[in-house]
């Protein structure tokens, strides 16, 4: 698995961004697929995850400081899963790191990341 993450860049604050994630090797529909996202002088921290549940059907699921603004959706034929954000707080800004897992329940162990991609938001 090689995932490429794109569409960081920078946005005043309220604005919108989508973030993709794709691979060119693998297909993704059955992985569990996640956001995560790392300030500077913080930890990486846990945005949003889309987990297969069986036929094309996904539950997700978000971090509180991103619930109602950020969603996670896939499309399958394009082998890509999308980070769409709205309403970007300056506290949203941070590197964004696409993963991949084939675990489902938790703890789940993300085998494969991507390499990061940067969101700035200015006040």
């Known amino acids: 698995v090689q995932l490429q993450a794109s569409g960081g860049g920078l946005v005043q604050a309220g604005g919108s961004l989508r973030l993709s994630c794709t691979d060119s090797?693998?297909?993704?529909?059955?992985?569990?697929m996640a956001w995560f996202r790392q300030a500077p002088g913080k930890e990486r921290e846990f945005v949003a995850d889309s987990k297969w549940i069986g036929a094309n059907v996904y539950s997700t699921d978000y971090a509180d400081s991103v619930k109602g603004r950020f969603s996670i959706s896939r499309h399958n034929a394009k082998n890509s899963v999308y980070l769409q954000m709205n309403n970007l707080r300056p506290e949203d800004t941070a590197v964004y790191y696409c993963?991949?897992?084939?675990?489902?329940?938790?703890?789940?162990?993300?085998?494969?990341w991507g390499q990061g991609t940067q969101v700035t938001v200015s006040s």
């Open positions: 993963a991949a897992a084939t675990d489902r329940y938790s703890p789940i162990k993300y085998d494969y």
């Open positions: 090797g693998r297909t993704l529909s059955r992985y569990t």
